[in-house]
């Protein structure tokens, strides 16, 4: 809305909901002086009000729509970068694990023997591991039945 100063020089555009229903005292910024500004009319105010609500939704509806394009680019960057390293620690620690336990197995199962005659519990463990391996020698002597002849 647009007030007058008191002194009547001056224009002033105020939002309407800084006045309020009720009028307040406001203070000419050039002259100093202070008046009892009356509100707007009911019905201005109302019009200055929905245009005032319009244009906060406004506001808001182009910070939605700004945001996502935001979120969506950042989300693209950020996590896929995160996850590659955390990826890459587990596959080293899980290989590293592997080989460890594969060499200790392949140890033990050469020294069997000496491990059964000192723990004998681990008998059963041993004659599966056993059967295993036999049936590893089965399958890969299979897979190399099918490839020698190529050889010959
Ligand atoms: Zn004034």
Redesign the pocket.
């Known amino acids: 809305m647009i007030i007058d100063?008191?002194?009547?020089?001056?224009k002033f555009a105020v939002k309407a909901e800084e006045i309020g229903i009720n009028g307040r005292v406001v203070q000419?910024?050039?002259?100093?002086?202070k008046w009892f500004q009356e509100p707007a009319s009911t019905e201005e105010f109302k019009v200055l009000k929905d245009n005032y609500i319009k244009e906060e939704e406004e506001k808001i509806k182009k910070a939605k729509a700004q945001k996502p394009i935001k979120e969506k680019s950042d989300k693209n960057y950020v996590p896929v970068k995160y996850e590659k390293t955390i990826e890459k620690d587990y596959t080293k620690i899980f290989l590293t694990i592997l080989v460890i336990s594969v060499i200790s197995l392949a140890f033990s199962f050469e020294n069997r023997e000496y491990i059964i005659s000192k723990n004998p519990e681990l008998i059963d463990f041993f004659s599966l591991l056993e059967e295993f391996v036999e049936y590893l020698k089965k399958y890969y002597s299979d897979i190399i039945d099918v490839l020698t002849p190529k050889q010959n």
């Open positions: 100063c008191a002194c009547k020089k001056y000419c910024g050039v002259c100093d002086q």
